[in-house]
C-alpha cells in the first residue's frame, strides 16, 4: 500500500480513531535523534512551501482555521 493510499484509509477513520493513531504516530518519532527531526521538518517545510507555490494550497487565516476546527469536534 502506499503512503497516499495509507492516508486516504485513515482518514476514512472516525475523528477518534484517526486521533489514536496521530498520537502513536507521534511517539514512534521519540525515538528519531534531533539530526533526523530536523531533516524531516526541513522536508515538511518545503513541501509545503512548494504547494503554496504551485496553487494546490493557499494561506487561510489562523481564526477562520481554529473556528472549523472547533465547529467539527461539536
Do not use: F, N, T, Y
Request: glycine fraction near 4%; aromatic fraction near 2%; avoid cysteine.
Amino acid at each position: 500500500m502506499s503512503g497516499k493510499d495509507l492516508r486516504a484509509e485513515a482518514l476514512k477513520l472516525r475523528p477518534k480513531a484517526r486521533a489514536k493513531l496521530a498520537r502513536e504516530l507521534l511517539v514512534s518519532l521519540d525515538g528519531l535523534s534531533s539530526s533526523d527531526l530536523e531533516r524531516l521538518w526541513i522536508e515538511e517545510a518545503l513541501r509545503r512551501d512548494e504547494e503554496l507555490d504551485s496553487g494546490k494550497a493557499r494561506l487561510r487565516p489562523a481564526a477562520d482555521v481554529l473556528k472549523r476546527a472547533q465547529a467539527r469536534l461539536v
